[in-house]
């Protein structure tokens, strides 16, 4: 098969997508031991959220199942 511009693209073309794809692996030991991506990400975007006095009743329980849920993801 004669080389062609089609098929002498196609050879570093291969090789930079396969060397880009073998960069995306892990370095860790076990992948088991770092937390899912989104509960970590959620850790450190959201947090508890404090109460005030002047808040309705159903605001006030908005505000403790969303800490009561935090401290369940996020709580050591």
């Known amino acids: ?4 511009r089609n098929t002498t693209l196609r050879l570093p073309i291969y090789l930079a997508a396969t ?3 073998a960069s995306c692996g892990t370095k860790t ?5 770092l937390p899912p991506p989104s509960l ?3 850790c450190v975007v ?5 109460g005030s006095t002047d808040d309705t ?13 935090w ?3 996020c709580d050591d």
């Open 29 to 33: 030991d076990s992948a088991s031991d």
């Open 19 to 21: 060397i880009l794809l």
């Open 40 to 42: 970590s990400v959620a």
């Open 1 to 4: 098969m004669p080389w062609t």
């Open 71 to 73: 401290d369940a993801i």
């Open 46 to 50: 959201f947090e508890p959220i404090p």
């Open 57 to 69: 009743t159903e605001t006030l329980r908005a505000i403790v199942a969303h800490n009561a849920a």
